[in-house]
Every structure is written in structure tokens, then in C-alpha cells.
């Protein structure tokens, strides 16, 4: 009896360590040429893809439905001829191809355990800036696409008629003739809506997946009092900006939920109210409150400094936060102050896809203590069921993985 319970104490002490080791983050450097476990049914991935030219997030849904939202593109030589002395798209992203081949290679990859015809059931645009739908155009002819979701379908008249305003944009032009080719069956983000992005191969297995719109344009849904409001007028945009408009605040809004594992995506929705911009101009507020808390997210307007206020942060209060980078400016200080002290997690994880060595020099070690990687693809797997999830960091080049985190516990 003496030499069971020894031997049941030994194993106790022996399991307790693996299993706390398994709920908490725990980084180590992965062997040579670890592979990522490729999905299969019953996982919701999110890949947070290092392009290096803004905004381009892949999405495998726990039945197989796939999602791309947004696939962007940057000018650099014309960015850094505007901006300078700004830098876009760090050198350590050097690839031969085009945006376009590595993404079609990388989402060719991603469904590799499904094989097939390169299918994507949504392609989603959050709004009208290059770096977020840059690549589209270029993508959809060599993609089988069911569905294109836009802001302003049919009529692209908000805040103003967009094909006069961009007749000179040639990628919007671009765009219109796609649109206008009735190739392909694409709707307007409805707001309000949890029955427009849907599971499509196998729903009746997945009830606890669900895709919230919370906002697009000027509107906002909030779920839990099921109240929509009407954040601003065309008028009110178009004499602020004297004639002309604002992209930014026009950003669709989502919410992706999976048990309890919930995650945000709000493309460059805006949240400065210092004074120097209309009261209008802080949708972020009212996000936050339809949105509540988040297991993660995607900082809004790739970190910049007239988003991810306050009111966002503490109230999403995220485990993960992921900012998909360009631009050397990204993100502002009193961002990742806010990410590093506001909400109740004081463990918070950041993650950057493609952080340039000018904003690590200049913002010094206080700001490298608080990312996990800084360059890479960033994925995030949710387990069966919604209950836990991992991170992922891949290599922007082989896939290999950079790092791992432990097993984390969706909340409620």
C-alpha cells in the first residue's frame, strides 16, 4: 500500500509540471525545419500573413470554409517619396515574386490537408485603400471565388459617388471593371448580420461558430442590446474634410466567435478624440462597447496613432494582439503604451508581422520587452470546440516555426 501511494505521488509530481507547462506561454526555439501541423476539420485557423504591404489575413474555418480578408499592397518607392523620411516594406521581406504568387503559393499551402482547386468561399475588402485590397484583382482571376464582400456594393456612393471621387485611382477603377464584369456574386457588408458570413461546407457540425458584422460605413451594431446607430453623415464627413472623404473611418468591423474563443478584426477604423478631429472621428468607442472582450485582435490601422485608443484596449482587453506592419512608423508609442498597461491582463502577448529595424532603434528596449516576434506569419489555432488555442510564428520563407506558445484557455 506504502509503495502505491510512492508511486502515485511520484507520478502526480511528474504530471503536474507538463500540465501547467501546457496552459501557460512558453516560448523555446523550435528544432530544425519544425513543421506547423497543418489544419484539420474541427480548427479555426487565422493566418496573419508577413507580406510586408499592409493588411492580409487567411482564414480556415472549423469545417473548411475559407476566408480571405483583405490582401493589400504598398507603393514603396511612391510611399517613401510622399512620406519621407518614412520606410515601407522592410528589406528583410525580400521576395522575387509578386504579392500575388506568394500569396496564391501560401494559401495553396494552408489547404494543403484538403487538396484541391485553390477555392475561397469570401473574399472580404474592408474598404477602399491599397494596402488592404491592392492584390485583389490580380488574386481572383487564378482563385475559384464564391463570394467578394465590400463596403458599398452596388451603388459606391458613401460618403460620396466613388466613381467620380476615384476616377484617377487606378486600382479602384480597376475594381469597378471587375464589378462591372458580373463575373463574380458580391454583396455589401450588412450590418447587424450573423447569417452573411456563414460555415458552408459542414455548419450543422459547428452551432458554437459564429461571425458578428459589427460595423461598416458610418453604422454600428451593438449585439448585446441589438441597437444599430448611425455614427456620422455623409455631411458631416465630406465639410470636415472640405469636399473630400476619409477611407479609415469607413472600415467594416467584425467579430469572430468560436466557443469561447472570440476575435477581432477592424481593419483602419479610427479612434483619435484629442480635439484636433471631429467627435465623429472616434468610432473606436462604439466598437468596443458592441465588441467587448476579445481573446485577440488585430490592432486597428496597423497601430497607428489615431487608433487603438483607450476605450478599445481596455475594453477588448486581448491575451494576443497582432499588428500587421508596413510602414517604419508602426505603431505609435502611446499605443503599445496602452497595449502594456490598459485591461485587466497584465500578461499580454504582441506579436508584429514585419517590424522594421528603424522603429526598434528608435523606441529602444523598453518596446522590444514586449513583443514575442516581431517578424514572420503570425497564426493563431483554436482548438476544437473553442475552449484553447496556440500561437504560432512562422518563417516569412520556409514556414519553419520561430516560435510556439503554450496552450491558452479561451474566456468566456
Excluded at 501560401?106 to 474592408?126: F, H, K, M
Excluded at 490580380?138 to 466613381?163: A, E, G, H, M, S
Excluded at 446607430?229 to 455631411?235: H, N, R
Aim: glycine fraction near 6%.
Amino acid at each position: 500500500m506504502i509503495r502505491r501511494l510512492g508511486m502515485l505521488v511520484l507520478l502526480f509530481a511528474l504530471e503536474v509540471p507538463l500540465l501547467l507547462a501546457q496552459l501557460s506561454p512558453v516560448k523555446h526555439e523550435p528544432s530544425a525545419q519544425q513543421k506547423f501541423p497543418f489544419w484539420k476539420k474541427g480548427y479555426m485557423d487565422i493566418h496573419h500573413i508577413n507580406t510586408g504591404e499592409g493588411n492580409c489575413t487567411f482564414m480556415m474555418m472549423p469545417d473548411g470554409t475559407r476566408i480571405l480578408l483583405d490582401a493589400g499592397t504598398v507603393d514603396k518607392k511612391g510611399f517613401e517619396k510622399n512620406n519621407a523620411p518614412l520606410k515601407a516594406i522592410d528589406s528583410r521581406y525580400a521576395s522575387t515574386r509578386s504579392i500575388q504568387d506568394a500569396l496564391i503559393d501560401y494559401i495553396g499551402w494552408a489547404t494543403e490537408s484538403q487538396r484541391g482547386p485553390l477555392v475561397l468561399d469570401y473574399a472580404i475588402i474592408s474598404h477602399f485603400h491599397s494596402d488592404h485590397y491592392g492584390a485583389v484583382m490580380d488574386l481572383l482571376p487564378r482563385l475559384d471565388v464564391k463570394t467578394i464582400i465590400d463596403r458599398n456594393y452596388p451603388n459606391y456612393d458613401f460618403p460620396l459617388d466613388l466613381r467620380v471621387k476615384l476616377k484617377d485611382d487606378k486600382l479602384f477603377q480597376q475594381y469597378l471593371q471587375l464589378v462591372d464584369s458580373r463575373l463574380y456574386t458580391i454583396q455589401s457588408l450588412q450590418v447587424g448580420r450573423q447569417d452573411q458570413i456563414v460555415l458552408t461546407k459542414d455548419p450543422n457540425a459547428f452551432p458554437m461558430v459564429h461571425i458578428l458584422n459589427i460595423k461598416n460605413n458610418a453604422q454600428v451594431w451593438n449585439p448585446q442590446s441589438n441597437e444599430r446607430t448611425e455614427l456620422f453623415s455623409p455631411k458631416d464627413m465630406l465639410d470636415f474634410y472640405k469636399g473630400g472623404y476619409n477611407e479609415n473611418p469607413l472600415s467594416m468591423a467584425l467579430k469572430f466567435r468560436y466557443g469561447k474563443f472570440d476575435y477581432y478584426a477592424g481593419a483602419d477604423n479610427t479612434g483619435l478624440h484629442d480635439g484636433s478631429v471631429p467627435s465623429w472621428f472616434d468610432v473606436e468607442t462604439s466598437i468596443a462597447k458592441a465588441v467587448g472582450r476579445v481573446d485577440a485582435m488585430v490592432l486597428d490601422h496597423h497601430g497607428n496613432r489615431d487608433a487603438n485608443n483607450a476605450n478599445l484596449i481596455a475594453t477588448l482587453d486581448p491575451k494576443i494582439a497582432i499588428q500587421q506592419v508596413y510602414s517604419s512608423d508602426q505603431p505609435g508609442q502611446e499605443v503599445y503604451y496602452r497595449l502594456r498597461n490598459l485591461g485587466k491582463r497584465k500578461d499580454r502577448l504582441l506579436f508584429s508581422t514585419n517590424m522594421h529595424d528603424e522603429t526598434l532603434v528608435t523606441y529602444g528596449p523598453w518596446f522590444q520587452k514586449g513583443y514575442q516576434s516581431f517578424r514572420g506569419h503570425v497564426i493563431l489555432r483554436v482548438f476544437e470546440g473553442g475552449q484553447g488555442y496556440k500561437v504560432y510564428v512562422l518563417d516569412e520563407f520556409n514556414r519553419a516555426v520561430k516560435w510556439e506558445s503554450g496552450l491558452l484557455s479561451a474566456d468566456d
